[in-house]
């Protein structure tokens, strides 16, 4: 498996997939190096994508392995690799959060992540914030 940072001529695959930003958006997100993509011989695996809390804290928005690839270890390395990465980059800390109804909490919290609050947005099941200490 290679993960790596999107390029630019993955817009078009991406935008295909991952239908909660635009393609300004995600356009701007692969020229930030901000989106990391797991393939393996080409077929691609899934992503992740992420900015910044508060301009300051690497936030995990999006974590999206394709059906037929799930439960292979692919998010965790996605995981992994970008946690690398932000250390690598001199941050201290990572975040992201996930629906109290969704089982990535469960994952999440096996990678080290605590919970540290949380958000209700109307209509919504509260979403659950994490941080982990790199």
């Known amino acids: 498996m290679n993960i790596r940072y999107a390029t630019i001529n993955?817009?078009?695959?991406i935008s295909?997939?991952?239908?909660h930003v635009s393609d300004n958006e995600l356009k701007s997100l692969i020229n930030q190096k901000r989106i990391i993509i797991a393939e393996e011989n080409k077929p691609?695996?899934?992503?992740?994508?992420?900015?910044?809390?508060?301009?300051?804290t690497p936030f995990m928005n999006m974590l999206f392995v394709l059906e037929p690839y799930r439960r292979?270890?692919?998010?965790?390395?996605l995981v992994l690799y970008w946690e690398n990465?932000?250390?690598?980059r001199g941050y201290k800390k990572v975040m992201t959060?996930?629906?109290?109804?969704?089982?990535?909490?469960?994952f999440y919290r096996l990678l080290g992540y605590r919970d540290c609050g949380s958000l209700i947005l109307p209509n919504e099941p509260l979403e659950i914030i994490?941080?982990?200490?790199?």
């Open 85 to 88: 990465e932000m250390k690598n």
């Open 72 to 77: 292979k270890n692919i998010g965790k390395s």
């Open 97 to 106: 959060s996930t629906q109290a109804n969704e089982d990535a909490q469960h």
């Open 130 to 134: 994490f941080i982990k200490e790199l």
């Open 44 to 56: 691609f695996l899934g992503w992740l994508r992420y900015n910044l809390f508060w301009d300051n």
């Open 16 to 19: 295909y997939h991952d239908k």
């Open 10 to 13: 993955e817009l078009k695959l």
